[in-house]
């Protein structure tokens, strides 16, 4: 027996085709962008009441308005308040739009996904790059030690002066820097550490050099060309249009480091490297199973990975799950028990020597040249010890220990090691486990952004830069799935 809606004529003409759903993909474009736009405005509401005025005065930003346009628009605008930035939202919202309209519009699929990606890059280049450039001309105008991060940009200029004059950056402070114009107070410990590894600043030499040849430099151009290459390459990573274009907008407009690469936080850094190495190790799967050759492209994959390490440590969490990655056989399945994970140690050290090589190339020296400085700036500091240790911090557990009492300030000590491990081995452990059951570059990357999570979360300080990076991972991690796959991770 029929139901009554069953037996219910059509209000659609016959033969004709039901509307397509929207897809997932421009919700997260909208959310993203929406986020994207209000994170920016609160932020230059916040720390940057004089942007008016500085983009004003600028001999380019002010003169892309005409005095009329200028006057029209007044001093007093919605928030963030300054014309250029005004206009660059809504191009955005204009772009997201034409997405949205794309997305429903009944065309080949073909056409329809090309539209799209030319919209997203468009809205990538409103939204981050734009901002970016944006921040570097009002820093041009309003001197080094403004519309910055410190450690990420203002910081790794000096060190690249002193890279490039043959001093050791591990060795001196930043008492006579533009460092010295930022931060809050008895806080601005950075001023006698640098706490980043070597291929920051070595990496970015050359780039500095051209750009002081040329009368303009600004550490955010790298973090713009390396975030660039990785987001051209990233959909690699992943099968279908749909999570190609999600994967770019959740890596190009992540709420936290699109924000993080405007201002110049170096996180854009670490992850592009890791992205370029896990594309690199895509290429090496592909062409073990069309029987061709895959050694080169596992070492470029190395090499990838140990320079993202000689970078930055937040890089080394990932090692163990990468390095279970360069195992993987695309005919042959890892072995299930501890013996078997255990037994694969030395095949890991021998896929793995390129990273080793470069990752010792461009750290032993410093280590031969002063390894306490070294190791003084790079992790001492870190962890609080020291007269200049960095403080507890952000958004983690360790309020907690503030809050109850358990140390005297921000600066005193406490076992927070013991916690990491308490709380990071047996999460680590599982998970290497888990990743020996099913090796892919699903698990590696969604149990990496968990352990970070994990780890930081019991550490001396959880910033929340370090939740942008986290994510992420984790987007990388989820849309890595095969298609079809309802799980999180595979």
Same mark, same amino acid.
């Given at each position: 027996?029929?139901?009554?809606?069953?037996?219910?004529?059509?209000?659609?003409?016959?033969?004709?085709? *039901?509307?397509?759903?929207?897809?997932?993909?421009?919700? #997260?474009?909208?959310?993203?962008?929406?986020?994207?736009?209000?994170?920016?405005?609160?932020?230059?509401?916040?720390?940057?009441? !004089?942007? +008016?005025?500085?983009?004003?005065?600028?001999?380019?930003?002010?003169?892309?308005?005409?005095?009329?346009?200028?006057?029209?628009?007044?001093?007093?605008? $919605?928030?963030?308040?300054?014309?250029?930035?005004?206009?660059?939202?809504?191009?955005?919202?204009?772009?997201?739009? /034409?997405?949205?309209? #794309?997305?429903?519009?009944?065309?080949?699929?073909?056409?329809?996904?090309?539209?799209? @990606?030319?919209?997203?890059?468009?809205?990538?280049?409103?939204?981050?790059?734009?901002?970016?450039?944006?921040?570097?001309?009002?820093?041009? =105008?309003?001197?080094?030690?403004?519309?910055?991060?410190?450690?990420?940009?203002?910081?790794?200029?000096?060190?690249?002066?002193?890279?490039?004059?043959?001093?050791?950056?591990?060795?001196?402070?930043?008492?006579?820097?533009?460092?010295?114009?930022?931060? %809050?107070?008895? +806080?601005?410990?950075?001023?006698?550490?640098?706490?980043?590894? $070597?291929?920051? &600043?070595?990496?970015?030499?050359? &780039?500095?050099?051209?750009?002081?040849?040329?009368?303009?430099?600004?550490?955010?151009?790298?973090?713009?060309?390396?975030?660039?290459?990785?987001?051209?390459?990233?959909?690699?990573?992943?099968?279908?249009?749909?999570?190609?274009?999600?994967?770019?907008?959740?890596?190009?407009?992540?709420?936290?480091?699109?924000?993080?690469?405007?201002?110049?936080?170096?996180?854009? &850094?670490?992850?592009?490297?890791?992205?370029?190495?896990?594309?690199? @190790?895509?290429?090496?799967?592909?062409?073990?199973?069309?029987?061709?050759?895959?050694?080169?492209?596992?070492?470029?994959?190395?090499?990838?990975?140990?320079?993202?390490?000689?970078?930055?440590?937040?890089?080394? &969490?990932?090692?163990? !799950?990468?390095?279970?990655?360069?195992?993987?056989?695309?005919?042959?399945?890892?072995?299930?028990?501890?013996?078997?994970? /255990?037994?694969?140690?030395?095949?890991?050290?021998?896929?793995?020597? $390129?990273?080793?090589?470069?990752?010792?190339?461009?750290?032993?020296?410093?280590?031969?040249?002063?390894?306490?400085?070294?190791?003084?700036?790079?992790?001492? @500091?870190?962890?609080?010890?020291?007269?200049? =240790? +960095?403080?507890?911090?952000?958004?983690?557990?360790?309020?907690? #220990?503030?809050?109850? =009492?358990?140390?005297?300030?921000?600066?005193?000590?406490? $076992?927070?090691?013991?916690?990491?491990?308490? %709380?990071?081995?047996?999460?680590?452990?599982?998970?290497? *486990? *888990?990743?020996?059951?099913?090796?892919?570059?699903?698990?590696?990357?969604?149990?990496?952004?968990? %352990?970070?999570?994990? %780890?930081? +979360?019991?550490?001396? !300080?959880?910033?929340?830069?370090? /939740?942008?990076?986290?994510?992420?991972?984790?987007?990388? =991690?989820?849309?890595?799935?095969?298609?079809?796959?309802?799980?999180? #991770?595979?």
């Amino acid at each position: 027996m029929r139901s009554p809606a069953a037996s219910a004529p059509s209000d659609r003409p016959q033969g004709s085709a *039901r509307p397509a759903r929207p897809g997932w993909d421009a919700l #997260v474009v909208a959310v993203l962008l929406i986020a994207r736009l209000r994170i920016d405005s609160l932020a230059e509401q916040a720390v940057l009441p !004089f942007r +008016y005025q500085d983009v004003l005065r600028h001999p380019v930003l002010g003169r892309l308005l005409s005095p009329e346009g200028w006057q029209a628009m007044g001093e007093v605008n $919605p928030s963030p308040g300054e014309p250029i930035a005004l206009l660059l939202i809504a191009v955005s919202l204009g772009l997201l739009i /034409l997405y949205l309209l #794309v997305d429903l519009a009944e065309m080949g699929q073909t056409l329809k996904t090309r539209l799209k @990606w030319t919209l997203l890059t468009l809205i990538l280049v409103f939204a981050v790059a734009l901002p970016t450039g944006r921040m570097m001309l009002l820093r041009q =105008g309003s001197g080094p030690a403004s519309y910055a991060h410190d450690g990420g940009v203002i910081q790794t200029e000096s060190v690249i002066d002193y890279f490039l004059d043959g001093r050791n950056p591990y060795q001196e402070d930043y008492t006579e820097t533009p460092m010295a114009e930022w931060g %809050f107070g008895e +806080y601005r410990t950075a001023l006698f550490h640098y706490p980043y590894l $070597p291929w920051t &600043f070595v990496f970015s030499a050359p &780039f500095a050099l051209l750009g002081q040849a040329a009368g303009f430099f600004d550490q955010r151009l790298v973090y713009l060309l390396v975030w660039a290459v990785a987001l051209a390459l990233a959909p690699r990573l992943v099968d279908g249009s749909r999570r190609k274009l999600g994967l770019v907008a959740l890596l190009g407009l992540n709420p936290i480091m699109a924000s993080d690469l405007i201002y110049g936080q170096n996180d854009v &850094f670490i992850l592009s490297w890791i992205l370029l190495a896990l594309v690199a @190790w895509h290429h090496a799967q592909g062409a073990q199973m069309a029987g061709r050759a895959a050694g080169p492209w596992q070492i470029l994959a190395a090499i990838f990975f140990g320079l993202a390490c000689a970078a930055k440590p937040t890089a080394w &969490f990932f090692a163990p !799950f990468f390095g279970l990655l360069l195992l993987k056989d695309p005919w042959q399945e890892m072995g299930t028990t501890w013996r078997d994970l /255990l037994a694969t140690l030395p095949a890991m050290a021998r896929r793995a020597w $390129p990273a080793l090589l470069v990752f010792g190339l461009l750290v032993g020296p410093y280590l031969v040249w002063d390894a306490g400085a070294l190791y003084d700036d790079v992790w001492r @500091w870190s962890s609080g010890q020291g007269e200049t =240790g +960095y403080q507890i911090w952000g958004w983690g557990a360790s309020n907690f #220990v503030l809050a109850l =009492g358990l140390v005297a300030d921000r600066f005193g000590q406490f $076992p927070f090691l013991a916690l990491e491990a308490l %709380f990071g081995l047996p999460v680590l452990i599982w998970f290497l *486990r *888990r990743q020996q059951r099913a090796n892919t570059l699903a698990n590696a990357c969604w149990h990496y952004g968990l %352990f970070l999570l994990v %780890f930081f +979360y019991s550490s001396r !300080f959880l910033n929340e830069n370090y /939740l942008g990076y986290i994510l992420a991972f984790l987007a990388v =991690g989820y849309l890595a799935q095969a298609e079809g796959d309802g799980s999180p #991770v595979r």
